[in-house]
């Protein structure tokens, strides 16, 4: 069983950054692969980015890449987006995922694990 609990969100400008962080329970953590998804009012839940159990891979959505990094701290059992650059279309509900599984997938359902959410707002 593991337990993520989000952090970090907020408002900010356009062109600003921000960090999440999603701190996790468990003692296993370090064989989960972990991702973010986000949700926007009215819009399906869409992937923005993963890593692996490892650390040694990462997936990004299109979108995001080269704006956003994914990086994981075992030792603190934590997993953090960095986003810079951000975007009004950026706005969304945060939220962080685990699965046991070693692949980093894009589908939602994919992941056993997830937060209660860490909400961004961009202004223009």
């Known amino acids: 069983q593991v337990q993520l609990v989000e952090s970090g969100g907020g408002l900010v400008q356009a062109g600003d950054s921000l960090r999440l962080s999603c701190a996790a329970s468990?003692?296993?953590?370090?064989?989960?692969?972990l991702s973010w998804f986000r949700q926007a009012p009215g819009e399906a839940r869409e992937f923005v980015a993963g890593?692996?159990?490892?650390?040694?891979?990462?997936n990004y959505a299109d979108t995001v890449k080269g704006r956003f990094t994914i990086s994981r701290a075992d030792a603190n059992y934590t997993v953090y987006l960095q986003m810079n650059s951000l975007k009004p279309e950026d706005t969304a509900l945060y939220y962080c995922?685990?699965?046991?599984?070693?692949?980093?997938?894009?589908?939602?359902?994919?992941?056993?694990?997830w937060g209660q959410g860490s909400q961004v707002t961009v202004s223009s």
């Open positions: 890593i692996s159990g490892s650390g040694g891979s990462t």
């Open positions: 468990g003692r296993t953590f370090s064989r989960y692969t």
């Open positions: 995922a685990a699965r046991s599984g070693g692949l980093i997938r894009s589908a939602g359902d994919a992941y056993e694990y």
